[in-house]
């Protein structure tokens, strides 16, 4: 018994060094820019980031007082340029992804260090 425990161990360490370590809820993370959803203040789409309610919306997100990064899709990066001059203004940082593992439509999120309770993002109504 105590060699099959021993081998289960082993092949758990072999596919962890393939592989890497496993992670929590990946596809949710490749949704929202690299993040857990739970710490996301708002996000908008790429196509909300191209009106100026979309602007809005997370120019006023920035305002909150939890938020403590700003990230943007490197494909949103012209236009959330007002998003970054403000950020910088506020001591946010902010930073720019480019995986290309990242899936869906979110262009911008503004997040906090720990979970927030946000029921409905920007980005998620229609």
Not at 9 to 17: A, M, N, S, V, W
């Amino acid at each position: 018994m105590r060699s099959s425990k021993k081998s289960s161990e082993l092949e758990r360490t072999i596919r962890t060094g393939i592989h890497g370590t496993p992670q929590l809820r990946p596809d949710e993370k490749r949704r929202f820019l690299g993040f857990f959803k739970e710490r996301v203040i708002q996000a908008v789409t790429f196509k909300q980031i191209q009106t100026a309610e979309g602007l809005q919306v997370m120019e006023e997100a920035l305002r909150d007082s939890r938020g403590v990064e700003l990230v943007i899709h490197k494909k949103a990066r012209t236009r959330a340029m007002p998003l970054i001059v403000q950020a910088r203004k506020q001591d946010l940082d902010f930073t720019i992804v480019s995986n290309p593992n990242l899936q869906g439509e979110v262009a911008v999120i503004l997040v906090a260090k720990d979970a927030v309770d946000v029921p409905t993002l920007y980005s998620e109504q229609n």
